[in-house]
């Protein structure tokens, strides 16, 4: 069967195992190997990470000396060049800056200075036979916060690294469905996966920067990715920007050189936002990226994701309450029953969701009766 076909499907209603014949496996031919080398930059401290391995990995090279003869010319984009990054609206809270103004933008607002929204149609995950995620439909729009809540193990993280293609890098995982980036499907098969990568970041819960590379260096390691070829005055123009928008600037500028891992746990946080936004991504993931924080830091983090949401389209996995009441605009509540794969039990604006849930599940939730 061909991916269209496949695309098609309608899953049958009331079962939850959908053959495997008609899932959509990751496009072979749009993944070459000097794609997934080429994201195998952070993906592979990610793992690193994970496995506790961090002080095993050997220093990266300089950056300047990467391979980027080995990326793919990428092709005039398939998506809309990412605009010259709004000005902050507010000055970074490190400085100094006040609360920030609660300002929603709408669509066209959004729409007129570059932001991107994001809507996953229809999105289905296994991993081998095992359905986590069923039909799962969300809109994120541009310039907004989007919360996702729910007990663990209801498919949040899956859902999040589908949005950036990162799932299908995952041995025996599938899925089927959409992600519309500015209305563009991010697995039309046009489409490469390091482009996905480029502009859609992704943070994880536990500060992963490169623990033997310099800020410098670990703010400019994701530019892989884009195979750009910056000048000396060009880097330190990105590097100061993108640890300005990081919050981090005034605490590390004159400590360039010195390693990442030498920064607190909340700093390194910072760090990887900083990598994250260098690549100039339209949309930033971030799965709980305040759970290994102490709640100091938790809130230098809150603050700077509330100064960059009218610069990038911010989804974040977050397991406290307050903080997705406190940053985010929209919220959706997953949640899996015994044996059941995840789905969304209900969504829409925070303010709703936490004042007059629709769902007596979601009140159960949001009023910490479980999970
Ligand atoms: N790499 C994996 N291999 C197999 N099963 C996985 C893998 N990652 C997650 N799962 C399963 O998928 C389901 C959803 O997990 P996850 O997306 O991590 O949930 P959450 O982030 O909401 O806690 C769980 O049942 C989990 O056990
Ligand atoms: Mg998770």
Redesign the pocket.
Not at 150 to 161: E, I, W
């Given at each position: 069967m061909t991916m269209e076909d496949a695309r098609d499907f309608e899953p049958f209603d009331d079962e939850f195992v959908v053959p495997p014949t008609h899932r959509l496996p990751p496009p072979p031919s749009a993944i070459t190997s000097a794609e997934r080398e080429a994201t195998e930059v952070l993906d592979a401290v990610v793992a690193a990470a994970a496995a506790g391995e961090y002080d095993e990995l050997p220093p990266p090279a300089d950056p300047a000396q990467w391979p980027t003869a080995a990326l793919p010319e990428v092709a005039p984009t398939f998506l809309p060049a990412a605009p010259p990054m709004a000005a902050p609206i507010n000055p970074p809270s490190s400085t100094g800056g006040g609360e920030p103004p609660d300002v929603v933008l709408d669509a066209a607002s959004a729409a007129a200075i570059g932001l991107a929204g994001l809507h996953a149609r229809n999105i289905s995950?296994w991993?081998?036979d095992?359905l986590?995620?069923d039909r799962v439909s969300l809109d994120m729009p541009a310039g907004q916060i989007t919360a996702l809540i729910?007990?663990?193990?209801?498919?949040?993280?899956?859902?999040?690294?589908i949005l950036n293609r990162m799932h299908e890098l995952?041995p025996?995982?599938t899925m089927a469905g959409e992600v519309l980036l500015d209305g563009d499907d991010i697995y039309d098969r046009r489409h490469r996966l390091v482009d996905a990568r480029k502009h859609i970041g992704m943070v994880f819960q536990k500060p992963n920067p490169f623990p033997a590379m310099s800020i410098y260096d670990n703010v400019l390691a994701g530019l892989k990715l884009t195979g750009l070829k910056a000048g000396r005055d060009q880097r330190d123009e990105l590097v100061e920007t993108s640890l300005i928008r990081a919050g981090l600037w005034k605490e590390v500028r004159d400590r360039l050189r010195q390693p990442g891992g030498g920064l607190s746990g909340g700093q390194q946080q910072r760090l990887c936002i900083a990598r994250s936004l260098a690549v100039q991504p339209r949309v930033l993931l971030m799965?709980e990226p305040c759970s290994a924080l102490d709640p100091t830091s938790t809130r230098v983090i809150e603050e700077t994701m509330l100064e960059l949401r009218h610069q990038v389209t911010i989804v974040i996995?977050t397991h406290n309450m307050q903080q997705a009441q406190r940053v985010s605009q929209q919220c959706a509540f997953?949640l899996?029953a015994q044996g059941q794969p995840?789905v969304i039990v209900e969504h829409g604006d925070t303010e709703a969701m936490f004042g007059q849930p629709q769902d007596e599940r979601t009140f159960d939730y949001v009023n910490g009766r479980f999970g």
């Open positions: 995950a991993f081998g095992h986590v995620l729910g007990p663990s193990g209801c498919g949040k993280s899956t859902f999040l690294r995952v025996s995982a799965d996995v997953f899996a995840g």
